[in-house]
């Protein structure tokens, strides 16, 4: 499968959002686009939108959901800047950063999804799953965190490729 780019400052974000949202879920869209690296097929996160849990406070904890309109939104403004929707991110407050069995019933097939997991607050691992439209399962997507260079190229790693996998 394709791997997932994201600076090392998106990175950051959605840990920092994580944590911030703690003991609340975060969650947010991924925009960007999908390139050719090297013959093979990359997807590159060039920004994040965060977004609001459209569920009640007493729900956040356990399940995230993104406002249709918020999506439709985003959709028309990545469009308009030749990028796309690539998917959404959302944190594990005390949970493993894999998804749950909510994630697979409400997941879609194409979007990434990033988890961190955030555990007494503090950021731990970050994952992303794509949806398997066939089996219907998550396969695990791995993340490469390096620094985005230009518009469709990407720059030389900064501090190790593959760092941040899992
Ligand atoms: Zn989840």
Redesign the pocket.
């Known amino acids: 499968m394709n791997p997932i780019i994201l600076s090392p400052a998106l990175f950051k974000q959605i840990e920092t959002e994580g944590a911030n949202a703690f003991p609340n879920?975060c969650c947010g869209i991924l925009i960007g686009s999908d390139v050719k690296e090297a013959e093979r097929a990359v997807r590159i996160v060039k920004r994040l939108l965060p977004g609001k849990n459209a569920f009640e406070a007493d729900e956040q904890y356990?399940?995230?959901s993104i406002d249709p309109r918020a999506q439709l939104q985003a959709e028309r403004e990545a469009a308009a800047e030749g990028l796309a929707v690539l998917g959404f991110y959302?944190?594990?407050p005390n949970?493993p950063a894999r998804?749950?069995d909510?994630?697979r019933d409400h997941g879609w097939p194409f979007y990434s999804?990033v988890?961190v997991s955030i555990q007494d607050g503090k950021p731990d691992l970050m994952t992303s799953w794509v949806l398997n439209d066939q089996s219907n399962e998550f396969e695990k997507q791995e993340i490469l965190v390096k620094e985005i260079m230009d518009a469709l190229g990407v720059g030389e790693s900064a501090d190790g490729d593959g760092g941040a996998a899992m």
């Open positions: 879920e356990h399940r995230f959302h944190s594990h949970h998804p749950s909510y994630d999804y988890i």
